[in-house]
Each structure stands twice: as C-alpha cells, then as structure tokens.
C-alpha cells in the first residue's frame, strides 16, 4: 500500500515536471537564440598588404580600424586581420582552409592587388578567387568581395579581363560586393603613403568608412543566418 502511493506521488511528479517543461521549452528556446544573436559577429579580413596595414602601427590597419567604427556605431563585431602582404589570390587560396576559424561568421575578401602588379593571367585569378568563395559558401561563411582594379599601363584588353572578375563572382555566388576597395584613395598623394600604392593612415580611415555601409550589410546577412539556427 505504502508502496503504491510512493508510486502514485512520483508519477504524479513526473506529469507535472513534464508539464512545466513542455510550457518553458519555447522560453529556453527563445533565450539561447537571444545569447546567440548577442555574440558577437566575428569577420576576418582576409586579404593582402592593403589588409594587413603595410606601414603602419597594427592600430592602424584595415581591420582595427573598421572594428572600431563599426562598434561606435553600436554593432557588436570582432574583425581579425588575416592580410599578407605580397599575397595574390592564389597565396589566398593556399592558406584559406588555416587561416579562416571556423568560428567566423563572414569575411571580407581582399586579393587581386598583387596579381594585377605582376601581370599574372585574370583567368589564374579568376579561378583561385571563385576556390576561396566556394570554400568558404561550403562552410556557410558570409562573404564580401572587395574589388581591385587593373593599373591602366597594363593595356585595355588586360583590364577587360580583369576588372569584372569580382562583380562577376559575387552575382554568381550571391556575394555582397564593394566594387572597388581604393575607391577614394588611390592615386591620391594625401591618402597614401611615399611609395604611392598603399594608403596611410588618412587613407585607411576613407577606406573604413566608405566601406562601412557594405560591411553593415554582411552583418545583417549573418544574423538573419542566425535567426534560423543557434550557430553563432
């Protein structure tokens, strides 16, 4: 007797623990999805000496600079610096696997510099750019394709090839696109340091807030991929 009642307590316990989870469920839900929205956006910049911060303090580079702007503007990112300086697309596409954790959320793409100041084939930069892309869309990695273009003593038909490699990637693979990195910059003393390519500290800061609207656009992308799941 004594035991049925034992029995007749505990079932009705578990009922009841079982209703009470079954009400929280959607509440628990509802809070990790909210903890994984409130991570931060983790981006890596990944790309050559433009990237990196060539001649200048680490402060001052690319990605430290664009971290800073993005966080006063109240977005919650981390942007890691993945640039090499003399790196081409297919010096990306060697180290793309290592150099990109798999915890990042997007990256933007910077290469193609260094191929166009070598003369290297567009069609060699083509392929190693459209690897990296697909690379990175296979581990559901955001990405946005930053443009280079050819200097223009390298002939005409040479920036026919090259120039719409990265606008035609990004309408292929459904990437964001800012179509020219420098855009604001290049050629322009004042911007950039003596050796006339790399931009300084002035310049960097043009670049970050040029390419900030863009930037905010990946980050919406990332946290709609959140709304669906609890990567993050």
Aim: charged share 20%.
């Amino acid at each position: 007797m004594f035991q049925g009642r034992q029995k007749s307590r505990w079932s009705r316990f578990m009922n009841a623990l079982a209703s009470i989870l079954l009400f929280a469920a959607p509440a628990i839900a509802s809070l990790a999805n909210a903890r994984a929205d409130d991570s931060p956006v983790r981006i890596v910049a990944f790309g050559d000496s433009l990237t990196a911060g060539f001649g200048l303090a680490a402060g001052e580079a690319f990605p430290a600079v664009l971290e800073r702007l993005l966080r006063a503007r109240g977005h919650h990112v981390e942007i890691a610096n993945a640039g090499v300086s003399g790196d081409t697309a297919s010096g990306g596409l060697a180290r793309i696997d290592w150099a990109v954790p798999r915890s990042t959320d997007a990256v933007i793409l910077e290469l193609g510099a260094n191929d166009a100041l070598q003369g290297r084939p567009p069609a060699e930069t083509r392929r190693s750019l459209e690897a990296i892309v697909t690379r990175l869309k296979e581990r559901g990695v955001e990405v946005l394709i930053a443009g280079m273009k050819a200097p223009r003593n390298l002939g005409e038909a040479y920036a026919q090839a090259f120039d719409p490699i990265f606008s035609d990637l990004a309408a292929r693979y459904g990437t964001l696109l800012y179509p020219f990195f420098l855009e604001g910059v290049a050629l322009d003393p004042k911007l950039n340091l003596p050796d006339g390519l790399h931009p300084n500290a002035e310049g960097v800061a043009r670049i970050a807030e040029r390419i900030a609207p863009s930037v905010e656009a990946l980050i919406l992308r990332v946290k709609a991929r959140r709304g669906g799941s609890t990567r993050g």
